[in-house]
Nanobody, 126 residues
Framework: QVSLVESGGGLVQAGGSLRLSCAASGRTFSSYAMGWFRQAPEREREFVAAISRSGGSTFYGDSVKGRSTISRDNDKNTVYLQMNSLKPEDPAIYYC???????????????????WGQGTQVTVSS
């Protein structure tokens, strides 16, 4: 069992930056690939980024590619999402997720992951 708790959301001006964190419980954090998703009101869940168990491999959704960086610290059981150049279309609840699988299926709609956090709200002001 893995418990995930996101933090770092808030209000930021368009063009600004934000770093989200996701702290995981348990001693098996390094066994899981980790990632971020987001969901805005009345929209489908959207893949944001994923990172392999070691942190050596990452991939991103098209909407954030080039503006965001996912990273992890296995000693701290934490995964991060650095978002830069925030846009008016970025506001959403951002969720952290974990799965034993790490491959392109993370970005496919409806792909089932093993564990989810409760989410953190990101708001962008123009």
């Amino acid at each position: 069992q893995v418990s995930l708790v996101e933090s770092g959301g808030g209000l930021v001006q368009a063009g600004g930056s934000l770093r989200l964190s996701c702290a995981a419980s348990g001693r098996t954090f390094s066994s899981y690939a980790m990632g971020w998703f987001r969901q805005a009101p009345e929209r489908e869940r959207e893949f944001v980024a994923a990172i392999s168990r070691s942190g050596g491999s990452t991939f991103y959704g098209d909407s954030v590619k080039g503006r965001s960086t996912i990273s992890r610290d296995n000693d701290k059981n934490t995964v991060y999402l650095q978002m830069n150049s925030l846009k008016p279309e970025d506001p959403a609840i951002y969720y952290c997720a974990a799965a034993l699988t790490y491959d392109s299926r993370w970005s496919r709609p409806g792909f089932a992951l093993d564990f989810w956090g409760q989410g953190t709200q990101v708001t962008v002001s123009s």
